[in-house]
């Protein structure tokens, strides 16, 4: 099968976070196959600490003396009023927005009983209601126009757990919600909505993985930024998948389901009873996936829903 050259010209993509490591790249890459690029980053430290103009301008610097077009925006993704700013900034500068990419994010590693709840809080803020924001204002520009691509950041700490970051794993895997439910709003006008759960090495990855020099060695950032910039692209056509890619290695995550046990609820089912069948019930050996929780019912109790 052959694809066509992907580029991005007369595009313009917002993406967060974009000041270093993986959004430095998604800039980088898309700039220079023609997009214009706003380049949205608070410059704080990894834990979310302070604030720089520096990191986002010296990317913006990089793009333009390459040839490319780019814009600064250094607002935090962490409030509405600031998250409608980032998106104001392609609008005034640029006129629109066609891609969103969402990847501004911070750490704060404790074991739960350790953590103060403000740290919890924060990371939410950041992670998940710094992705929500930003979308609530292109979502409907993209709406308008007919056209959108949204990229999320989850993490295999949120769809799989890391010890010391509950925080970090609850906003992960509720942005994997957040997905979940918007995809099926956007795809009727033509909004494709993916997340990306990247293994890179960057300065969050170091802070929550000990791993290997040489594996750390592979885990570049461009990797990463080929599977975000397919998904940027109009030749995507899929909405609502998890994508993990890092070192070259590309899968899908989703979801699973197994194929369950009916029992007749006409008749007391009881503790004992889940006992007795607790095994087939988490038996995941013929285990599929939904599109929409609507499917999910229908395959579950097809014959009881009428139309």
């Given amino acids: 099968m052959?694809?066509?050259?992907?580029?991005?010209?007369?595009?313009?993509?917002?993406?967060?976070?974009a000041g270093a490591g993986l959004g430095r790249s998604h800039a980088l890459y898309l700039a220079a196959r023609g997009a214009k690029v706003v380049v949205n980053d608070l410059g704080g430290t990894w834990d979310g600490k302070g604030e720089s103009q520096l990191p986002a301008q010296q990317v913006v610097?990089?793009?333009?003396?390459?040839?490319?077009?780019?814009?600064?925006?250094?607002?935090?993704?962490?409030?509405?009023?600031?998250?409608?700013?980032?998106?104001?900034?392609?609008?005034?500068?640029?006129?629109?927005?066609?891609?969103?990419?969402?990847?501004?994010?911070?750490?704060?590693?404790?074991?739960?009983?350790?953590?103060?709840?403000?740290?919890?809080?924060?990371?939410?803020?950041?992670?998940?209601m710094g992705t929500v924001y930003p979308t609530k204002f292109a979502f409907?520009?993209?709406?308008?126009?007919?056209?959108?691509?949204?990229?999320?950041?989850?993490?295999?700490?949120g769809l799989y757990g890391v010890l010391g970051g509950t925080n970090y794993a609850a906003a992960k895997m509720g942005i994997v919600g957040f997905m979940n439910g918007l995809k099926l709003e956007g795809q009727k006008h033509n909004i494709m909505i993916n997340t990306i759960a990247p293994m890179a090495s960057t300065?969050?990855?170091?802070?929550?993985?000990?791993?290997?020099?040489?594996?750390?060695?592979?885990?570049?950032?461009?990797?990463?930024?080929?599977?975000v910039a397919y998904l940027c692209s109009e030749q995507c056509r899929t909405t609502g998948d998890i994508l993990t890619a890092g070192g070259g290695y590309y899968t899908k995550a989703q979801m699973m389901e197994g194929a369950g046990v009916q029992l007749n609820p006409d008749e007391e089912i009881t503790?004992?009873?889940?006992?007795?069948?607790?095994?087939?019930?988490?038996?995941?050996?013929?285990?599929?996936?939904?599109?929409?929780?609507?499917?999910?019912?229908?395959?579950?109790?097809?014959?009881?829903?009428?139309?």
Avoid: W
């Fill in 2 to 17: 052959c694809y066509v050259d992907i580029d991005f010209k007369n595009k313009v993509a917002v993406i967060t976070g």
């Fill in 61 to 128: 610097e990089e793009i333009r003396a390459a040839g490319g077009q780019a814009e600064a925006n250094f607002d935090s993704v962490a409030d509405p009023e600031s998250a409608k700013r980032i998106i104001g900034t392609a609008l005034d500068t640029y006129g629109t927005v066609d891609i969103l990419i969402c990847n501004a994010g911070v750490l704060r590693v404790k074991t739960f009983h350790k953590m103060p709840i403000e740290d919890f809080e924060l990371i939410i803020s950041v992670h998940l």
């Fill in 140 to 157: 409907p520009i993209m709406r308008e126009k007919g056209y959108g691509r949204i990229v999320f950041t989850s993490s295999g700490a």
């Fill in 203 to 227: 300065r969050l990855a170091e802070m929550t993985t000990v791993l290997p020099d040489e594996l750390m060695s592979i885990l570049r950032t461009e990797l990463v930024t080929a599977m």
């Fill in 271 to 307: 503790a004992e009873t889940i006992a007795e069948h607790f095994h087939r019930i988490t038996d995941m050996t013929e285990a599929k996936g939904y599109f929409s929780a609507t499917d999910e019912l229908k395959n579950s109790f097809g014959p009881l829903l009428k139309g």
